[in-house]
């Protein structure tokens, strides 16, 4: 009985195409979700604004706002996609492929051109931010306080009230990335 | 979901003295040990929890570290603590007494000694440790005693 | 009595990958006292949450295993749903289930292949590991990632899995029973690997209570224990009853793997079939306050996550008790009294995870 088993497992072994792959001449396949590595798509976009540093759970991201300096640790990265979805102008993008292995602890580095005041593109807001002196105002004749700006927020720094008609900012934890401003439909926030 | 199993929370304070007593009552029912682990709040006290289970209901009861960081052992009823007990040794200093298989501080290797604990110097590091009374042989002696006959 | 040995093993050892490492005291061949150690990789990753959002932590915390990656995920998250009294929403919990069950394929199947590997059967240890890719395969599809999945969050899923994936899922699953079959067959039926497992690490029932043997180990030993059965996620809507086997020796540990196997995969097509529609994550507002202790059924065994917060973003402290460390006074009552040549499978049968067991 056992030989006839073991004669059907060799002949499958035998005729069946391997499980295996020819490695480095047939690449790997990923899929559409595949977290590979993370890339900086659009340096000229990028505000700075450090949120993906401090969601990173690995502190494998560094961002220096004075120099205009986005690193990445690859290393240290855990591909667990938290910058990419955190950040308020999309110019982070997760990539299939896997980062390669490398013998020493690999830094990659993009110059975001912001070493001087840059001319915002966002919305309605002043270039002024850079300097920080003007935090995010709120025009509360025309507010609504629906909320929109407290729910977009990626640093969590506005809270809304409707039935206190209260709306407020948390200065220090503001990112000044504009999203708040960009939401808002009643266009009641500056900087 | 509320009337699951899990989300039954069964948190107790319990006096020093009375941990034993219980522990061994808790044996006698047929508790089982989950776990053991200390936390450390923003003042400073440290408190360990115990966890116990029957038939997959938690029961978890937590007593506060006295200022001398020195605790009674279960593994008299429960010999399995030994793993968390030598554990809260390394992490927070927590000397535990008549613990069945004592590791003396070097069960984990850890980059700092007592990592949520630093501040505090132990007996070993002022002076070199005598011997307490009651306890059982720890690895480093049974290697000693076992060294003349070790062929490898 | 016999001349004493002491001989050391591991923490190197070719048929674990771990770093576990025992002091075997044998007289003659048979082991007589074991002490272990543990502790080579400490990671301090429990201290850690007290500098990481409790957002993000959850992806640091699956990193505590490699392989139950899944179940780390969800139990640190249920514990901060469960301080901060978050509903999830159903569809979550169905596709939480589905992931987690397929992860105890994984972890099965591998485990599997390890066993054949300890008694040196390898060729049965490759076809494990074959199939066992096919699980990552889904995993990489439906997640993103084939062991780390990132995709249990505080409040439900990051990713939803749509009913032609499902279906697919299922379809594997039902195409990967067969072959399975074949192995398992190999595993309960053939004398070469009956005669390295029938009688060798016998566990009492009585033992298993009284160590507090938790996971396979103590369902090989007859006791109806199972996390599965409390409440988490929707194992209660699918009619789960856990697998006991009574034996208490190594094949009775590997019997209850393998056929957890194919009730996973029964699971999987009973959520995949009732799998409502509806959102995959609940608002997440605010800061931890309070504590809550859970426990979550792993591949190998009862895992317990205790998380405490003080109203800030930080938790104050996150607890986490893999099986193995449950399991390893277990293994110290096994490995006594017996024969020196069956440690290895021993040790493997509680299937250990000692870096687990450092976070």
Not at chain 1, 47 to 53: E, S, T
Not at chain 2, 40 to 51: E, F, M
Not at chain 3, 5 to 18: R, Y
Request: charged residues 25%.
């Amino acid at each position: 009985m056992s030989f006839f088993r073991m004669k059907k497992v060799v002949m499958n072994s035998l005729f069946k195409k391997p499980a295996t792959r020819m490695y480095p001449v047939i690449p790997r396949e990923f899929t559409s979700v595949t977290r590979g590595h993370v890339e900086m798509e659009d340096p000229e976009g990028c505000l700075a604004c450090g949120i993906c540093a401090k969601r990173c759970p690995a502190d494998a991201i560094r961002v220096d706002k004075s120099k205009g300096v986005w690193e990445i640790a690859r290393m240290q990265c855990i591909q667990c996609n938290s910058c990419v979805e955190t950040c308020p102008k999309h110019v982070l993008v997760m990539h299939a492929e896997y980062t390669t292995p490398d013998p020493e602890k690999k830094v990659d580095t993009y110059q975001l051109h912001h070493t001087e005041p840059k001319v915002a593109q966002v919305g309605d807001f002043d270039p002024q931010m850079e300097t920080g002196d003007a935090g995010l105002v709120c025009d509360k004749e025309s507010c609504v306080f629906c909320g929109l700006c407290a729910r977009n927020c990626p640093a969590e720094a506005i809270r809304v009230d409707r039935a206190e008609k209260l709306w407020e900012v948390d200065k220090d934890a503001c990112m000044k990335c504009g999203l708040c401003i960009e939401k808002c439909p009643k266009k009641c926030l500056t900087f | 979901m509320s009337e699951a199993k899990y989300a039954i929370q069964n948190f107790e304070l319990l006096d020093l003295l009375e941990l034993i007593p219980k522990v061994r009552s808790l044996k006698e029912e047929g508790y089982r040990l989950v776990q053991a682990c200390a936390t450390r709040s923003a003042d400073g006290t440290i408190t360990v929890i115990y966890s116990f289970d029957l038939d997959h209901v938690l029961y978890n009861f937590k007593v506060i570290v006295p200022e001398n960081l020195e605790m009674q052992s279960i593994t008299d009823s429960y010999w399995s603590a030994f793993i968390y007990e030598n554990e809260m040794r390394d992490l927070f200093g927590i000397r535990f007494h008549h613990l069945a298989l004592d590791y003396g501080g070097h069960f984990f290797k850890v980059a700092m000694p007592r990592p949520w604990n630093p501040e505090v110097v132990q007996e070993e590091e002022k002076a070199p440790e005598a011997a307490p009374e009651e306890r059982r042989l720890t690895r480093e002696e049974m290697l000693e005693i076992m060294g003349s006959e070790v062929e490898e | 009595m016999g001349k004493r040995t002491i001989i050391p093993f591991g923490p190197q050892h070719p048929v674990l990958p771990e770093p576990v490492h025992l002091d075997l005291v044998l007289e003659d061949e048979t082991v007589v006292d074991v002490i272990p150690s543990i502790g080579y990789v400490h990671r301090g990753l429990e201290k850690l949450t007290e500098v990481k959002e409790y957002t993000e932590m959850v992806y640091v915390i699956e990193r505590v295993c490699g392989i139950c990656s899944f179940g780390h995920g969800w139990g640190a998250s249920a514990a901060i749903e469960g301080a901060m009294g978050i509903e999830v929403p159903e569809r979550a919990l169905y596709l939480r289930t589905i992931w987690h069950e397929l992860s105890r394929i994984h972890s099965h199947l591998l485990w599997l292949g390890l066993l054949a590997d300890a008694f040196g059967f390898d060729s049965l240890f490759m076809h494990c590991w074959r199939l066992r890719e096919k699980v990552l395969d889904l995993f990489e599809k439906t997640t993103g990632g084939r062991v780390i999945f990132s995709v249990c969050k505080v409040g439900g899923v990051r990713k939803d899995v749509d009913s032609a994936t499902l279906r697919e899922i299922v379809e594997v699953l039902k195409g990967m029973a067969p072959e399975i079959r074949e192995l398992a067959d190999v595993f309960m039926n053939d004398s070469s690997v009956l005669n390295r497992m029938v009688g060798v690490g016998v566990l009492t029932k009585e033992e298993a209570v009284e160590l507090g043997a938790v996971g396979p180990v103590a369902r090989g030993s007859g006791l109806r224990q199972d996390m599965r059965l409390n409440g988490m996620g929707v194992y209660d809507r699918l009619g789960f009853e856990p697998i006991v086997e009574e034996a208490g020796d190594c094949e009775a540990r590997c019997k209850v793997r393998i056929r957890e196997i194919f009730q996973s995969i029964e699971l999987i097509e009973k959520a995949a079939m009732d799998m409502p529609d509806g959102p995959i994550a609940a608002q997440v507002r605010g800061n931890v306050e309070g504590e809550f202790a859970l426990r979550i059924e792993q591949p190998r065994g009862e895992a317990f996550y205790y998380t405490k917060g003080v109203g800030t973003k930080f938790l104050e402290r996150m607890r986490v008790r893999t099986p193995t460390n449950q399991n390893l006074p277990s293994l110290v009552k096994m490995l006594k009294g017996c024969d020196f040549a069956d440690v290895p499978i021993m040790v493997l049968t509680i299937d250990p995870c000692v870096s687990c067991t450092e976070r």
